[in-house]
């Protein structure tokens, strides 16, 4: 969940029901030659990510994924292609198309070749955009199985006390079931926040929290920029070496290479903008200890984390994925807010493609 800060004014916020909500990305873009199997992939993500309150990177951006279509920057329909593969391991082409469509091909590959072997990983080139990393974790704790996925972006990160931006936001994304307990699900940029939040701010005319961003002689900056120059660039985890900074920068540099180098699809520094690659993983619990035993511990160490007393005037101590599943909670009920100005550009879109509307 974003931070209170970050949230549409009550009085500025027009609600949509995640259901109309999916027809309508689906709609749009099969107006535009996506397959309807691939359209349905994307509107489950984009959902899925608005539901969970992860407005960043939800139904929000629908248009921002049209145009690219529309310009030719994504390729549809995209063909995806297997380019090497092993019992446990393999390599996909994108296609140059939708990033979703690819990130959830290779989970459900990754969770496949688990199955049959224990793990299985994926690494894809060739990609775009996948949205909210978590959510592909999310499709192999499903299945009783922990999921790990990561995404490489063009550049807006720079290297501990570097002058330019050389690293993408570069999240990472793992989750794990539990049995009584919600799963645990960390779903991470390795900068210090999501870009999109840097943008959210913009949007709602807020400023950003001293340490989110630089500027190129490393002073900080709040007010946030309208657009990615090389005059400014995010601050990798922890901003600061004593707040620990080299652990983000190279925790990003590992996605780099998980995504970027293993694939072959490239690191940060030099995809084409728009461009990402991604890695997933699976591993079948089943393999290493009884399931029921596994979900029994991590309800334990869930609770445990739960229970820890909190300082005066503090919030309760949460775990990953509680401010998402507690968003959702709400969210199914009461629907997804969005800026009215927000709303009405996808309207007008739909309008414009001539597409029925949902919302
Ligand atoms: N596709 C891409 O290229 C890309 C790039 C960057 C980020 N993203 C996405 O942006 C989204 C936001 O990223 P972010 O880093 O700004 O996330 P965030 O800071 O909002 O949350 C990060 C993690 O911290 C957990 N968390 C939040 N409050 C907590 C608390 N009090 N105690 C314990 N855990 C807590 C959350 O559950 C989450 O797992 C993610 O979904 C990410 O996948 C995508």
Redesign the pocket.
Known sequence: ???DFLQVPEQEAVWVAGAALRHQIEALLQALAVPAEHAQIVAEILTY?SLHG?D??GAGNILGYCGAIEQGVYTVPQRLEIVSESATTALLDAGNGL?FVSAHRAMELSIEKARAYGVGMVSVRNGH??????FYPMMAVAQDMLGVAV???TPSMRPLHGTLPRL????I?FGAPAGQERPF?????T?T?????ISLARRLGVPIPAGWAVGVDGELITEPPAQRTDQWMQTP?GNTHEGGGHKGYGLAVMVDILCGVLSGGGFSAQMQPGQ?MTWTMAVDIARFRPLDEFKAMMDEMIRTLHATPTAPGE?P????????FDAAAIRQERGIPFQRAQYEAIVAGAQRLGVEIFI
Do not use: R, Y
């Open positions: 969940m974003a931070f990510a992860v960043t990177h990033g955009h996948i949205g909210m990393a978590g995404t490489n972006a993408g936001t570069n999240p994304a699900l960390l779903d991470m940029a900068t926040v999501a870009s999109g939040k985890l990402n919030q101590v949460l775990v990953a994925g509680d401010p998402e």
